[in-house]
């Protein structure tokens, strides 16, 4: 099975998980994007919310999962086919909640853009948006090397 | 809840044609985010609809210049799985009637 290691900076990253897990309980009450279904059945709404709630925690449980003892010990977290989807979409749903918890002031234009100085911000504002390429890295990682793998 | 598995079509099936003109066709639209990466957004095009990589990124292209593209269309059964499951990947997806239009 193809696995990729990645050694990461623990100063660096250790405060970006406290963002991280703030955001667990958001992430365990309601679907980051609002639901298409189309009938009215409001009990086939809970259900579908229910579903993608339930995804949503699953899939960040593992990328919590990454960050254990053995992250702690030598810095290194591994990807590999089994955990690489769920890392990849917990990443999206995290990017997703830290848009619209902490950096609404940056703006959508700017956050698209990456046109955003990160010497110019501010407390909270800074270590959400460094959570916020964090995330994005992993995931870039991810699909650089072990696209295949999840399309298989 | 029936999830499409990728690589399927379901409107492909023989009695799909029938029952489309008796129903009515449905499009699943995929919109415009400022937070998912270009790339990530390929990769779940492909996953869920079995696209290859150019007509993967034609889609996300579409997207994030027009801010909207028909990834799918068909009866409306399959066309909320598919809108479901791309919201389980945190793409924001949604239905419209080709009566619409």
């Known amino acids: 099975m193809k696995r990729i290691e990645v050694k990461l900076s623990l100063p660096v990253v250790a405060p970006l998980l406290d963002i991280i897990k703030g955001l667990a309980g958001d992430l365990n009450q309601a679907p980051v994007v609002e639901s298409a279904l189309l009938d009215s059945d409001s009990d086939l709404r809970e259900a579908w919310a229910s579903e993608l709630i339930a995804g949503q925690s699953s899939d960040l449980a593992i990328l919590l999962s990454l960050f254990g003892d053995d992250f702690f010990a030598d810095g290194v977290v591994r990807f590999d086919a089994s955990n690489a989807e769920a890392i990849a979409r917990a990443c999206s749903a995290v990017r997703l909640r830290l848009r619209e918890r902490y950096l609404k002031p940056v703006g959508d234009e700017a956050l698209e853009a990456g046109e955003v100085e990160i010497a110019k911000l501010e407390e909270p504002l800074r270590k959400a948006f460094m959570c916020y390429l964090f995330l994005a890295t992993i995931q870039e990682l991810i699909i650089q090397h072990l696209d295949e793998t999840i399309i298989g | ?101």
Do not use: C
């Open chain 2, 1 to 101: 809840m029936i999830r499409p598995q990728a690589k399927s079509n379901p409107a492909y099936q023989p009695q799909a044609a029938t029952l489309l003109q008796a129903e009515g066709g449905w499009k699943v639209v995929v919109l415009n985010d400022p937070v998912n990466l270009m790339s990530y957004v390929v990769l779940v095009f492909k996953k869920v609809f079995g696209f290859d990589e150019g007509t993967a990124r034609k889609h996300m292209m579409e997207v994030h210049e027009r801010g909207r593209s028909v990834v799918w269309s068909g009866l409306r059964e399959p066309a909320e799985a598919y809108a479901f499951t791309l919201q389980l990947w945190h793409l924001t997806a949604v239905l419209e009637s080709d009566e619409a239009h």
